[in-house]
């Protein structure tokens, strides 16, 4: 079997499932017959719910991983752990006969082998393109990671369920047009360098305004509301955490530079409307600068900044210093996810320089996002009209789905320090 084509096999979706309902059903159970004290029933619903959380787990792994720049690996035990974990609550409290040794190895066999398919997957190449020349340079370019292979003539591939990118707004001759209808209906992809782009780098390139392939110039609200429940939710369920652990921070805070706790700031929020955005103070005290651009720069975190104290450090690096932005989500100025608040300075600066850039506050600001998750902290003009288009596509595609991709990379972006300043 040709690689290409074994790799599809194992990442077609009938495959994934069948072998993770045979692993997730047929490991527990089979332990069960070593086990002469469970009963039927207690093997019954042991199963069940091991094949249920598996199959989920799957589902949710396969949309989560459909979007761009996801690690594969890092989110296969996060979810299962959330679908088994759920499962046995969803077991304990309707007060049902289940065992936790069925379902642990259900969990173990279905966790170890989605590594195995992801290993195998990565191991037999990268993802191939097959290209209609003419206007698709900028897409290898920002893309290089992928099998690129250029179309020499007019002729559909020959491998089966290939992916053809062309540029549709490029004037191609009659004949590979042609051949662009013919390869559709023969069951090949057939995708528009715009929309590759966007998918396969995380971001919404900007034109005009009208081309800037947003589709529409509103979110989805109708998500918005339900998030907005959500960030409630999070911020009671936050409360006994957090009257734990603020007073230590405050104390650590004070006795390490003295002078106030709390660093307030004026950043531009919702639908352009300025807040003051709390947090630890992580730099030495400072009068504000009265300049415009003495501010803008003041408002600007260089690498190894001479003005972040001991305690600070280790805040920004494990981000404990934005926990204080909980009481702004619970005020609604901001959420836990969306694109950063800039400090006013910054934002007028963007405004003036960056087109569309006041757009990106349709949404609430947030205290992590798919920029920060990708890019991590910018300082200068050119990084934030690439984080713009970071914050463009999260506007398009603004859903629970990429909210939970973003948590999941946001822990991992804690754990490895990535892109703090």
């Given at each position: 079997?040709?690689?290409?084509?074994?790799r599809?096999?194992?990442?077609?979706?009938?495959?994934?499932?069948?072998?993770?309902l045979?692993?997730?059903?047929l490991a527990?159970?089979?332990?069960?017959h070593?086990?002469?004290?469970?009963?039927?029933?207690?093997?019954?619903n042991?199963a069940?719910?091991?094949?249920?959380a598996?199959l989920?787990?799957?589902?949710?792994?396969?949309?989560?991983?459909?979007?761009?720049?996801?690690?594969?690996?890092a989110?296969?035990?996060?979810?299962?752990?959330?679908?088994?974990?759920l499962?046995?609550?969803?077991?304990?409290f309707t007060?049902?006969?289940?065992?936790?040794?069925?379902?642990?190895?259900?969990?173990?066999?279905?966790v170890?082998?989605?590594?195995?398919?992801?290993?195998?997957?990565?191991?037999?190449?990268?993802?191939?393109?097959y290209?209609?020349p003419?206007?698709?340079?900028d897409?290898?370019?920002?893309?290089?990671?992928f099998?690129w292979?250029?179309?020499?003539?007019p002729?559909?591939?020959e491998?089966r369920?290939?992916t053809?990118?062309?540029?549709?707004?490029?004037?191609?001759?009659?004949?590979?047009?042609?051949?662009?209808?013919?390869?559709?209906?023969?069951?090949?992809?057939?995708?528009?360098?715009?929309?590759?782009?966007?998918?396969?780098?995380g971001?919404?390139?900007?034109?005009?305004?009208?081309?800037?392939?947003?589709?529409s110039?509103?979110?989805?609200?109708?998500?918005?509301?339900?998030?907005?429940?959500?960030?409630?939710?999070?911020?009671?369920a936050?409360?006994?955490?957090?009257?734990?652990?603020?007073?230590?921070?405050a104390?650590?805070?004070?006795i390490?530079?003295?002078g106030?706790?709390?660093?307030?700031?004026?950043?531009?929020?919702?639908?352009?409307?300025?807040?003051?955005?709390?947090k630890?103070?992580?730099?030495?005290?400072?009068?504000?600068?009265?300049?415009p651009?003495?501010?803008?720069?003041?408002a600007?975190?260089?690498?190894d900044?001479?003005?972040?104290?001991?305690?600070?450090?280790?805040?920004?690096r494990t981000?404990?210093?934005?926990?204080?932005q909980?009481?702004?989500?619970?005020?609604?100025?901001?959420?836990?996810i969306?694109?950063r608040?800039?400090?006013?300075?910054l934002?007028?600066?963007y405004?003036?320089?960056?087109?569309f850039?006041?757009?990106?506050?349709?949404?609430?600001?947030?205290?992590?996002?798919?920029?920060?998750?990708?890019?991590?902290?910018?300082?200068?003009?050119?990084?934030?009209?690439?984080?713009l288009?970071?914050?463009?596509?999260?506007?398009?595609?603004?859903?629970?789905?990429?909210d939970?991709v973003?948590?999941?990379r946001?822990?991992?972006?804690?754990?490895?320090?990535?892109?703090?300043r």
């Amino acid at each position: 079997m040709h690689v290409n084509q074994s790799r599809r096999m194992f990442q077609s979706l009938r495959f994934q499932i069948v072998a993770i309902l045979v692993v997730g059903g047929l490991a527990p159970f089979f332990l069960s017959h070593f086990d002469i004290l469970l009963s039927a029933n207690t093997s019954q619903n042991s199963a069940i719910g091991s094949v249920t959380a598996a199959l989920a787990a799957l589902i949710i792994y396969r949309r989560m991983t459909a979007y761009p720049g996801t690690m594969a690996f890092a989110y296969i035990l996060p979810v299962f752990v959330s679908t088994y974990g759920l499962a046995i609550a969803v077991l304990f409290f309707t007060r049902l006969e289940y065992s936790g040794s069925m379902l642990l190895v259900g969990f173990l066999a279905s966790v170890v082998f989605t590594f195995l398919l992801a290993l195998v997957i990565e191991r037999r190449g990268v993802a191939r393109f097959y290209v209609v020349p003419g206007g698709i340079d900028d897409l290898i370019r920002d893309a290089p990671r992928f099998e690129w292979v250029t179309l020499r003539q007019p002729l559909p591939p020959e491998e089966r369920g290939a992916t053809i990118v062309a540029n549709l707004h490029w004037d191609h001759d009659s004949a590979w047009e042609r051949m662009l209808a013919e390869a559709a209906l023969k069951g090949h992809a057939v995708y528009h360098t715009k929309q590759l782009h966007e998918s396969l780098t995380g971001r919404v390139r900007i034109e005009h305004l009208s081309e800037n392939n947003l589709g529409s110039l509103v979110p989805n609200f109708a998500y918005d509301k339900v998030k907005r429940l959500g960030d409630l939710a999070a911020c009671v369920a936050l409360l006994p955490v957090l009257i734990v652990v603020l007073p230590v921070i405050a104390i650590a805070v004070r006795i390490d530079s003295g002078g106030p706790v709390i660093f307030r700031q004026v950043r531009m929020g919702y639908r352009r409307r300025p807040f003051t955005m709390l947090k630890f103070r992580t730099m030495t005290d400072r009068l504000p600068c009265e300049d415009p651009e003495e501010a803008r720069n003041d408002a600007v975190t260089l690498h190894d900044d001479s003005r972040i104290t001991r305690v600070g450090r280790f805040l920004r690096r494990t981000r404990l210093d934005e926990l204080p932005q909980v009481f702004n989500i619970a005020r609604g100025e901001m959420s836990f996810i969306g694109p950063r608040p800039e400090a006013m300075p910054l934002s007028d600066w963007y405004e003036r320089e960056l087109p569309f850039y006041s757009y990106r506050h349709i949404v609430r600001p947030g205290l992590t996002g798919w920029a920060q998750v990708n890019q991590g902290h910018v300082s200068e003009l050119a990084d934030a009209n690439e984080k713009l288009q970071y914050d463009f596509y999260y506007i398009k595609n603004f859903s629970a789905w990429l909210d939970i991709v973003i948590i999941i990379r946001t822990v991992r972006t804690v754990l490895l320090g990535f892109g703090w300043r």
